[in-house]
């Protein structure tokens, strides 16, 4: 890795994450078209690059939300629950089944785009006219963030793009779902990058992670994590659900362009 790529890099984890950390989305699913576009980390090499990156990045954002003591509550634990058992199937998908990466694209796109947009709607609504949401069951927060591991572990994703947009749109608040978001999302993927590395002792090609630029990429969202988990308390309730649809109209977006292409 070149000086010039790794300050690419971290530049690219710090402005990333203080844009998504407020609601509690980690980053990684920006930084992975970055990765392979303009970084140039090959496939599948860049699953468990885009995790270390997740690694690195967690503990800023999560040491602002231990200071204000917002990661205790059972939320946290469904979600790791769902999420690291979800992750290790995932990463075995990877490197065995190889799944293309357009059934995942469309099957993204198809997701974030509605419901960023009708969480945009709703939010924007509430704010005219104030409703109560309907909270998920344990049950079912729980089989979504395992579906959610699953998907991290195949593509390298930390789930908060994927989690934050659905809780939030059932119901809960930004306040409650961003910190255990996050939480899950390290969680998740510390496991993930470490089943990646065991994997990558018995399987040839690209599989281990690019460790110095996942570093580099990593340092750059330490900041911004912990920057953006600073900002949360002084953004109200309506604005972080609004940014959160924007981020999945983004995601959303992004993909679908990358499978028209």
């Given at each position: 890795?070149?000086?010039?790529?790794?300050?690419?890099?971290f530049a690219a984890g710090l402005l990333i994450s203080v844009a998504?950390?407020?609601?509690?989305?980690?980053?990684?699913?920006?930084?992975?078209?970055?990765?392979?576009?303009?970084?140039?980390?090959?496939?599948?090499?860049?699953?468990?690059?885009?995790l270390l990156y997740n690694v690195v990045a967690g503990p800023g954002?999560?040491?602002?939300?231990?200071?204000?003591?917002?990661?205790?509550?059972?939320?946290?634990?469904?979600?790791?629950?769902?999420?690291?058992?979800?992750?290790?199937?995932?990463?075995?998908?990877?490197?065995?089944?190889?799944?293309?990466?357009?059934?995942?694209?469309?099957?993204?796109?198809?997701?974030?785009?509605?419901?960023?947009?009708?969480?945009?709607?709703?939010?924007?609504?509430?704010?005219?006219?104030?409703?109560?949401?309907?909270?998920?069951?344990?049950?079912?927060?729980?089989?979504?963030?395992?579906?959610?591991?699953?998907?991290?572990?195949?593509?390298?994703?930390?789930?908060?793009?994927?989690?934050?947009?659905?809780?939030?749109?059932?119901?809960?608040?930004?306040?409650?779902?961003?910190?255990?978001?996050?939480?899950?999302?390290?969680?998740?993927?510390?496991?993930?990058?470490?089943?990646?590395?065991?994997?990558?002792?018995?399987?040839?090609?690209?599989?281990?992670?690019?460790?110095?630029?996942?570093?580099?990429?990593?340092?750059?969202?330490?900041?911004?994590?912990?920057?953006?988990?600073?900002?949360?308390?002084?953004?109200?309730?309506?604005?972080?659900?609004?940014?959160?649809?924007?981020?999945?109209?983004?995601?959303?977006?992004?993909?679908?362009?990358?499978?028209?292409r």
């Amino acid at each position: 890795m070149t000086w010039s790529t790794g300050l690419l890099g971290f530049a690219a984890g710090l402005l990333i994450s203080v844009a998504t950390a407020p609601v509690g989305v980690s980053g990684a699913v920006f930084l992975l078209p970055v990765q392979i576009s303009v970084l140039g980390v090959p496939s599948p090499a860049v699953t468990p690059t885009n995790l270390l990156y997740n690694v690195v990045a967690g503990p800023g954002a999560l040491l602002r939300h231990h200071r204000a003591g917002t990661l205790r509550g059972p939320l946290t634990r469904l979600l790791v629950l769902g999420t690291v058992p979800g992750v290790v199937v995932g990463a075995v998908i990877r490197v065995f089944a190889v799944p293309g990466p357009s059934v995942f694209r469309l099957l993204i796109a198809v997701l974030l785009l509605p419901l960023g947009g009708w969480l945009c709607l709703r939010t924007l609504r509430r704010a005219a006219r104030p409703a109560p949401g309907r909270e998920p069951s344990d049950r079912a927060v729980t089989r979504l963030a395992m579906a959610v591991g699953v998907a991290g572990g195949i593509y390298g994703i930390g789930g908060g793009s994927l989690l934050g947009p659905i809780l939030v749109g059932r119901g809960m608040p930004v306040a409650k779902v961003a910190p255990a978001a996050l939480a899950a999302t390290f969680v998740t993927s510390v496991v993930g990058a470490g089943t990646y590395a065991l994997l990558s002792l018995t399987t040839t090609g690209d599989i281990a992670p690019y460790w110095s630029l996942g570093l580099a990429c990593g340092l750059g969202g330490l900041c911004g994590g912990y920057l953006g988990a600073r900002l949360q308390p002084r953004l109200p309730e309506t604005a972080l659900r609004l940014l959160l649809g924007v981020l999945a109209l983004g995601v959303g977006g992004l993909y679908a362009v990358q499978l028209l292409r």
